[in-house]
């Protein structure tokens, strides 16, 4: 959900990474992060479409990590589909594929890309 000084803008159904169930505890294990982080970047030379960046890890995260001895990881994105593979459109929904990001159609993530600002605080919950 997308939400503009606390008013519901836009609902969009995400894929997410290949096993969503928890919050994402360490590099490789297919999950995508869960609370709060920020938008800390913006690529329109995305191997995936565009994307924005999300500012995981955080302390907490890096914490949790390092207690079970495993990196973090890092480069969480908010992405479009594959280049080349757009034609795939909705249908990328029918099952979660990222390796822990948020995946969502080119077209969904152009109207995030042009109107969401580097710096905005968004939750990532189950």
Not at 1 to 10: C, F, N
Not at 37 to 53: D, H, Q, R
Not at 100 to 124: F, M, P, R, S, W
Request: aromatic fraction near 10%.
């Amino acid at each position: 959900m997308a939400y503009s000084k606390g008013q519901l803008m836009k609902t969009y159904k995400i894929s997410l990474g290949r096993n969503p169930m928890g919050d994402k505890a360490f590099e490789g294990d297919k999950k995508t992060p869960e609370g709060v982080y920020f938008i800390n970047a913006k690529n329109p030379n995305s191997v995936c479409y565009k994307n924005l960046g999300i500012s995981y890890p955080n302390k907490q995260d890096i914490e949790v990590s390092k207690n079970l001895g495993k990196p973090p990881g890092g480069n969480i994105k908010i992405h479009g589909l594959t280049n080349g593979a757009g034609f795939i459109g909705k249908f990328q929904r029918w099952f979660d594929w990222t390796a822990g990001c948020i995946a969502l159609t080119d077209q969904e993530v152009e109207e995030l890309y042009n109107t969401v600002e580097i710096g905005t605080k968004i939750e990532i919950k189950p």
